[in-house]
């Protein structure tokens, strides 16, 4: 009786490990998440990277818009604003933080001095608005790629541009997100240099021919 008892357990034990039923549900709950991470990640990736490429456009935008214009004020700095807006869509604009400021190399020294400088600002309503605080002062000294210095007595007009990425997930990027960072340099094209009217500077009439 022993014997056949065994002997039926040892032939269960053999059909269970011979019935492949279930298998490919098996693999597939293995595999799941794999490649829930993986397409998580490709969209979160791609948007990363269509991100960082957008805020390099802005930054080429405001710098080449400026270089474009003999004079800008507050009105025009907000239509450049706007502009960014357009290029960061569909992804929200109110991260987007950018600066607009003219250079001047001096054509004795080389040394890049900031002539003006105004920061444009994106509430969480859209609204674009020149920032009271300027990311430079005027007269301030300023490092400026060695291939713009070597020009001297010329204006270089610098856009800089910051936003901070967050990923709808957060499986493969930090949750907390990414800050890209991009900047542009342009000379004006139509005039010696770019002024700012408003400004209550005497740097305004290109005191450095």
């Known amino acids: 009786m022993m014997a056949y008892l065994m002997q039926k357990m040892s032939l269960r034990v053999r059909r269970l490990l011979d019935?492949?039923?279930g298998l490919a549900a098996i693999e597939f709950a293995m595999v799941l998440p794999i490649m829930v991470v993986l397409f998580f990640g490709v969209?979160?990736?791609s948007s990363a990277v269509s991100v960082d490429r957008k805020a390099s456009l802005v930054a080429r935008t405001l710098s080449d818009l400026t270089s474009q214009m003999a004079s800008v004020a507050d009105a025009d700095l907000t239509s450049f604003g706007e502009a960014a807006k357009a290029i960061m869509t569909p992804y929200p604009a109110s991260p987007l933080v950018s600066s607009i400021t003219e250079v001047y190399v001096d054509k004795t020294s080389?040394?890049?001095r900031v002539q003006w400088s105004k920061a444009l600002t994106i509430g969480t309503t859209g609204s674009v608005t020149v920032a009271s605080?300027?990311?430079h002062n005027p007269g301030d000294v300023v490092v400026l790629p060695p291939t713009l210095i070597v020009a001297k007595g010329t204006y270089v007009i610098w856009s800089e541009v910051s936003y901070k990425y967050?990923?709808?997930v957060g499986y493969v990027l930090a949750k907390t997100g990414l800050t890209f960072n991009d900047a542009a340099y342009t000379r004006p094209r139509t005039v010696l240099c770019v002024r700012y009217p408003t400004s209550s500077t005497s740097l305004l009439d290109c005191p450095y021919p």
């Open 133 to 135: 605080v300027a990311p």
């Open 43 to 45: 969209v979160e990736i």
């Open 166 to 168: 967050t990923p709808a």
């Open 110 to 112: 080389g040394v890049a």
């Open 19 to 21: 019935d492949c039923s």
